[in-house]
């Protein structure tokens, strides 16, 4: 009898110790480190201040795109729009210090509610209209896209009478060594603390509660009495207002908006927060996990960049290390 206790109490420890989401997140920083242990043997040009810091400024909007998305995925739904979005943010803020004249703190706010508006539009559509997320944020997608390209006039919008624009990302408030020759640019701690505030908001409030809630169970948060379609609303709007904060980091650190860009950048995305240790069925996800996926994809696709892999077969690689992840979730679901 005393040594049944004692295997289901060890049992019981067990199990707790070895929490399949805590051994996804490991498994992600442990692959981090050895891709960093890779390229650096691989390049002695990898490791360099110069590449680091590049490494971590390349992750800023791919990974602001992700801490927006992973909110949506917890659903158990997908937003394909948030690339665009983040375009359409960007040439609106573009349109707004540029064409109109006002100040940059004005264009950054157009930009913000520009992305939580398309945000809006696509939870509306998938919450209260009941279209399939795949696609209600494809057509979303579309839109933003061509208003990208209406707006500019299919030509970039550059940023070149207000210098203080740019510094957004490239500038740096903290700055080391002998007469501040290193320097940590502002994207990176614009990454920084918009990691803090989805972390909170997923961890510390109802919304955060709620998005694991539906995603773990729709029908069941329904019966509960949890207004789930406003919810959900609300859930794809922090998403788009994300993706409305990557519009400005992406055009502050190109100093123009471009509208061609975007489409693609979800893929990235989408693959942090599945790398990180987010099930695409919904229901759990972190996000340090999600830190981490980014910091992956972007140290994956500049150690390839650096040792002279060509830009097709970094592609491949990438698309093969998202397959990867998958199946690991499904085992780990199994």
Avoid: H
């Amino acid at each position: 009898m005393q040594n049944e206790v004692s295997k289901n109490q060890s049992g019981i420890s067990l199990k707790n110790f070895i929490n399949p989401a805590r051994a996804q997140k490991f498994l992600a920083f442990g692959a981090l480190i050895l891709l960093l242990i890779f390229f650096s043997f691989a390049s002695p040009y990898f490791m360099t201040f110069d590449n680091v810091v590049s490494i971590m400024l390349s992750t800023c909007v791919n990974g602001i795109l992700a801490l927006g998305i992973i909110f949506v995925i917890i659903t158990g739904g997908i937003d394909l729009s948030i690339g665009t979005v983040m375009t359409f943010s960007s040439v609106m803020a573009g349109v707004t210090i540029t064409t109109m004249g006002l100040p940059v703190w004005v264009g950054i706010i157009v930009a913000i509610i520009t992305g939580t508006f398309c945000g809006f539009i696509s939870g509306t559509l998938v919450s209260r209209l009941k279209l399939q997320p795949f696609i209600a944020t494809l057509g979303v997608m579309m839109v933003t896209k061509g208003l990208s390209l209406v707006l500019s006039g299919t030509k970039p919008i550059y940023f070149s009478d207000t210098p203080s624009f740019r510094k957004i990302t490239v500038g740096s408030f903290i700055k080391f060594g002998a007469e501040g020759k290193y320097s940590i640019p502002n994207g990176i701690l614009i990454f920084a603390v918009m990691a803090v505030i989805a972390a909170i908001i997923l961890n510390k409030t109802k919304l955060g509660r709620y998005n694991f809630a539906i995603g773990s169970n729709e029908e069941a948060t329904r019966l509960s009495g949890v207004n789930v379609e406003k919810w959900k609303t609300a859930i794809f709007a922090l998403c788009g207002a994300f993706a409305g904060v990557a519009g400005v980091v992406m055009a502050a650190r190109l100093d123009s908006a471009q509208p061609a860009l975007g489409q693609g950048y979800e893929l990235d995305a989408i693959a942090s927060v599945v790398i990180g240790g987010t099930s695409m069925s919904g229901g759990e996800g972190t996000i340090l996990g999600t830190v981490i996926g980014a910091f992956i994809i972007s140290t994956l696709t500049n150690g390839l960049k650096v040792m002279g892999v060509a830009q097709e077969w970094q592609i491949v690689i990438t698309g093969g290390v998202l397959v990867l992840a998958v199946l690991l979730d499904k085992m780990r679901k199994r």
